[in-house]
């Protein structure tokens, strides 16, 4: 089951306090684009690749004919919370990352803001209106979206053998990014927008133990349950 594959994950804390047909669906489509992103972020032949693009492309398909395989399209599926265009914009996605394919990112281009937000914001604009009513600042949920996207992809590079001073460079750039995007960012819009703030306080606190540990860090920091479910409490009730 899906819910089997997030307990105890940044997701499943960053959607605990959503009622169940929210927070499943949350989770669901960001594991599917996750899952899709991160094709061209694995070190395998491209022939693979596009093997693993295309099993993706008839899985949208069947999307959104209602005979989806995949366990998150399957949930999506379970509630209908999201509209008919997701299926369109998962399609846009899958496309986007085929173009990419042998061009990774890697922490010379710094993983760029604006590529990340040019590939994902479809997907992102919908999590959003899921995750609330309204989105509020549009453009901080977007830049926070993105800069979570971003910090993922850099705590990536950890286990790849990296020059550390543009390592240690680049997560500083995004640590120093995402807390004074945060630090504008009002009480009402977090709480309204917990999903995604919630991710955002998870991984500022990765961010900031891994740039004093970098030289140490071989793979992500992973915080304990009892500080994950602190920040999503907070970020929930207080912002």
């Known amino acids: 089951m899906l819910d089997d594959a997030i307990v105890g994950t940044d997701l499943y804390y ?18 599917a684009r996750r ?3 991160g094709i061209n972020q694995q070190k395998i032949d491209h022939s693979v690749a596009n ?13 959104r004919s209602n005979r989806p395989r995949h366990p998150a399209l399957r949930q999506l599926r379970k509630y209908r919370a999201l509209p008919e265009a997701v299926g369109v914009d ?13 061009q990774q990112p890697s922490i010379e281009q710094h993983v760029r803001l604006e590529d990340i937000q040019s590939m ?6 919908h999590i959003a209106q899921l995750s609330a009513d309204k989105e509020g600042d549009h453009d901080l949920v977007l830049k926070i ?44 819009l ?7 703030f919630t991710l ?28 994950k479910l602190w920040i999503s409490w907070r970020t929930k009730f207080w912002g």
């Open 14 to 31: 960053a959607s605990l306090y959503y009622p169940t047909h929210i927070r499943e669906s949350l989770c669901a489509l960001e594991l």
């Open 35 to 37: 899952a899709i992103t």
């Open 51 to 63: 093997i693993k693009l295309s099993w993706w492309w008839d899985e949208v398909d069947r999307y």
């Open 90 to 102: 998962l399609h846009a996605l899958v496309e986007k990352v085929q173009t990419q394919i042998g």
């Open 120 to 125: 994902n914001e479809p997907i992102f604009r």
């Open 145 to 188: 979206a993105c800069l979570n996207e971003m910090a993922n992809q850099l705590l990536s590079f950890l286990s790849q053998p990296q020059s550390i001073s543009l390592l240690t460079n680049a997560v500083t750039s995004v640590l120093l990014d995402l807390s004074s995007t945060l630090s504008i960012c009002s009480k009402t």
């Open 190 to 196: 977090r709480r309204k927008q917990t999903f995604f």
């Open 200 to 227: 955002a306080l998870i991984n500022r606190r990765v961010l900031k133990i891994t740039t004093k540990n970098i030289t140490h860090s071989q793979n992500r920091v992973e915080l304990l349950p009892i500080t």
